[in-house]
Each structure stands twice: as structure tokens, then as C-alpha cells.
């Protein structure tokens, strides 16, 4: 059994900068990460960045996680574990880890828990056909391993992912049929929108998909138009000659470890699902177990780079670390309500609420 | 193949089955995870079951915060038995 003093699980955005505040503060860090390499949603992201200029705002995303990486690198008393999968948290604190072919063990004084998000499905005939892709899983597939899913691809969703998975999606000479949004206006940025305008694909708004067509995998879809109160308009029905169905729909925190860890959970929406109960330190009610990024609530790689150094310097704070980590942390908490202000931040404002302790 | 649309892709859970289940008496999900093994497949319900607590909440009229959810159990993902077998060296 290994034992070290913080223990971070899921090096994204948010694990890299709480492993990099509470390593500065004096502490012992374990940052685990199931990929092969640091970085989390990040890896994929060719685009640049929207968010806070303090975090690297106006770079790419992969570059972001270079320089997150190179300073987690840096500091001799993270210790680092890619290629493991964090199997599960037990009452008695003992987190169980595959690492590449091996079952380890693993205690710690304090737990991070920043696993990210997953995609969420849709409910429509046939969404078990070969061709039904998440958004996130296209992208992986195109920008980390160079395969492209298809030939022409219906996208579902025009909030940003949608948008801008649609746009990689054109620069790797795939065809983007249309974009079709549930809601009346679509959700994503301006920027990103106009970008796959420009190119001539349609963002079709009140319309939704109806089924998936094919036999051993898609060969079409059927999509019809909304009315005001979200129902399908009979009669709209359009199919599409497309070989791939890709669903930017949304994502939910990834949370099993905290259930297995027995924190309070609630389903609030505007956080994407099932989240857990949190003070102001990101600690959630069960002592010890500290929350940041998508896992605590669905939103950008700023807010989970700001939450990551929140928990990172509580956690260490919570040990008897202390070099000027109150002071810091109050800086970081005023830099994420600046964030958070505003009409874009209402949604996570309202999230937020709910989950107070 | 006829057309068919899963809840829980992963056990192969439709949505005529869980609404059956739903008409048949059921209430909870615990209940129609023990009936039918839906979110107990390699994705651990990650993907379905807020989707199975949506139709849950449809079929009684109440809103998905209301609907009770079982817990997540270890081991969060498939693992091969011999992981286990063979122990740890410094356990
Ligand atoms: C297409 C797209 C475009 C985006 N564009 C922007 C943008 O322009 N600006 C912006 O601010 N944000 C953007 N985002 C959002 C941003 O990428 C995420 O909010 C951010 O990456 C969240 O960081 P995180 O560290 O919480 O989670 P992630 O980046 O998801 O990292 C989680 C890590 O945890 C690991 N993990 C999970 N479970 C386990 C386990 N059991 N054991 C071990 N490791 C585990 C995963 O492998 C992963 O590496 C975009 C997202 C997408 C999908």
C-alpha cells in the first residue's frame, strides 16, 4: 500500500493546477490520470481558448496543457501516474488504482477528486447504431488518433462543442450535413457559429432528430422542426443522406467516486446531473474529499483551473501548509465570481446555490 | 434489424421495455435495475441513467430531483479477475 498526503484524481485543467497549489504550499501530491497523458479535454482542443486571461485565454487548448504540465513537471514533490484508472474510493478512505496492468492501493490524508465530465445521450429510434457518435468521442478520435468517423455528419447541439467539433470536423474534409439545435436560438458563441456559416453549413434551430436510419450502421437521419413548446411538428419530417450522427447534447460531472466515497449528492440541472453537496473550499460533506472542475459542476477550463487552485491550496491549508494560502485564496475566489458575473455566468450562479453548505 | 430506441445501450434496455416496467407496477430504479440489468453494463449507468430517471419522472409526474437513484458500487470500470487474483506485492 502506497500512502501520500494529497491524492488528485484526473489530471485535466483543474487536477494539474490543484496539484501545482498544494505542491507549492510544502505538500506530498499523487496525480493520477487514465489517459496516456496529462491534459484531459484539453489534448483535443486545437481552437483558441475563450475564458480569463489569467488562464491562457486566446491560446490553444493543447498548448494550455503544456504549460500546465511543464509546471507540475517542475516541482519534485508531485508525484505523477498516467495510464491509471482510479477503480473506486472505500469507506475507509483506501482508493484502488489499475495502474497500466496492476491493482494498487493507495491512502491519502486529503482527496482531490477531479475527474471531468461525460457526454450525455439522446433518447430517438435507432441511437444504438454504429455512427451514433458523442462529440467529445469524434474528437478524440479525429485530433488524438487522426481517424475521422465518417463522410458527412449530422451534428446535434450548437452550443460551443457542437460549433466547434463541427468547424474540426470541416478542416479535416469531413462534410457537416447541417447543425440542429432543440432550442429557439442556438447557445454557442457568435464567433464559432459565423465560422461554419461562412462555409455554408445550416444551424437549424426548434428542430430536433427523430430517428437514426441503417441496418448494420447509420445510413441517414430524420429530423423534424419543434414547436414553442419543444414538441415535434408533425409533418416537418426531412431525412438527411448522412453516415454519421454526432451528439453535442450536453455532458454530466463524473461523480462515481464520490458516491463510493458516501459524499451528499443532488440533481441540479444547470451543473449537467448528479453533483455533490460543497463548502467554499470545494470540500464536500464528507471530510477530506474536495471537489474542482467539471466533476463539481459542468463549465470551462478557466473556472476548472481557478476551482483546481482553490481545492489544491485548501487541501494543503487543511494539512497545517500555509504560505500565504488564505490570502491566495481569497484572490482566486474573487477571480472566479469575475467570472462568473454577468448574463453568461447566470446558469452557474443559479447551479451553485443548490449545492451550498 | 426493426427499429428499436435503448435507454441503456450497454444491456440493451429499450424504452418500450422500461415503460412496460413503468405500466407494470414498477416505481424505482432500483427496481428496474434488479428487472433489467439497465445501467449495471460496462458504462456503469454513467450514460443512461439520468435518462432512465427522466422516464421515471415522466411516467409519475414528479420532477427527476425527486427520483431516488442507487448508489455507484466499485469497481468503477470492467476489470479482469487476475488484477485482483494476484494481489498487490506490497499490500
Ligand atoms: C469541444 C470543446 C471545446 C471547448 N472549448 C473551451 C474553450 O474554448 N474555453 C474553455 O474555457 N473551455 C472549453 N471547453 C471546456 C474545457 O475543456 C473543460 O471545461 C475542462 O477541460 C474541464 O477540466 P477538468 O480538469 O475539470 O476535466 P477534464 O479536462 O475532463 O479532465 C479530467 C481528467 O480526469 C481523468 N479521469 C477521469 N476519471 C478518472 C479515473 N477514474 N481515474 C483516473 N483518471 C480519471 C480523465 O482522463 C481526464 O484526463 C471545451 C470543451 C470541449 C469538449
Redesign the pocket.
Known sequence: MQSTEIAI???????MCAAQAAAEQGARVTL????KQL????VK?T?R???SEYEYAGIR?IHIANILEDAVRKLDNIEIKID???LAIYGDGVITIEEGENYKKLTSKKTII????SEKMLVFTNNDLPGVYG??AV?TLMNEHGVIPGENVLMIGAG??GL??SYQLIQAGVKVAAVIEAAPQFGGYHVHAAKIKRIGVPILTSHTIKEAIGKEFVEGAVICRLDANWKQIAGTEKKLDVDVICLAVGLSP?VE?LWHAGCQMKYVPQPGGYVALRDRDLQTTVPGIYI????SGV????S?MIEGKIAGLSAAEALGYNKNASHMKAKYMEEINILRAGNVGKKVREGLKMLAV | MSAKTYICRCEDVTLAEVQQMLKDGAQTMEEIKRLSRCTMGPCQGRICRILLAQEIAKNSSRNVTEIDVPTYRAP?KPIKLGLIACGEEDA
Open positions: 484524481i484526473g489530471g485535466g485543467p483543474a487536477g493520477i490520470d487514465r489517459g491534459g484531459g479535454q484539453l482542443q481552437h481558448f475563450f475564458g487548448g491509471s484508472t482510479v477531479s475527474t471531468g465530465a462529440a467529445g474528437q460551443n462543442i466547434i467539433v463524473l467516486l474542482a472542475g467539471d466533476a463549465e470551462e477550463a478557466s476548472a | 468503477g
